[in-house]
């Protein structure tokens, strides 16, 4: 078995995408990655917190407002093909309510966008409508595989997280007593 190395090592962040009203809450970004473009809200998380803490306390940070049952959707996982930056695992989330006040962001500019044109928009991150639609819709959560090469995507593939609903508890998985 190899240990792995720095380059094999996912960086984990989290992203909320809060809708309303056929509306999500994006923020144009100040600092790289993406700094000028339009992008959830989120970051990295910290030590010892979970994905859904980290993007309530991410959410909160950039945009005053906490959200409220946030939803895992999806995950994404980028691989820059050149190793230019390490691998990165975004748990992704969805909520349709959230509390607080929308505050101005030291990390950028906060506006409400129609789902429609976040989906065509150039100034929008460019991999978000390729799998925003399918946040939205109804369907199991899902993992987002993307290559990128010169920060350009190569190529990308989504596929369900869980193909069959897998029995957790604590003799899922051990020989018991055969029926008979």
Known sequence: MTTPTPR???????????????????????KPPN??????????????????????????????????????RAILCFHELDGRWRPQMIYTFLAHAA??????????????????????????????????PRMLEPEPPFVFIAAYRDERLEGYRIAPLLSAPVPISPTAGRPGPQAG
């Open 8 to 30: 094999h090592v996912f960086e984990v962040f989290t992203l909320g995408f809060l809708v309303r009203e056929g509306q999500v809450l994006l923020l144009e970004r100040r």
């Open 35 to 72: 700094a000028g473009r339009w992008n959830a809200p989120g970051g990295k998380l910290e030590a010892g917190e979970d994905p859904i803490q980290g993007v309530v306390r991410e959410f909160a940070e950039e945009t005053g407002l906490v959200l409220q049952d946030p939803v895992l």
């Open 99 to 132: 509390s607080g006040e929308l505050l101005a962001s030291e990390e950028g500019r906060l506006a409400w966008w129609p789902v429609e044109q976040v989906l065509r928009d150039p100034r929008v991150v460019g991999n978000i409508p390729l799998f925003l």
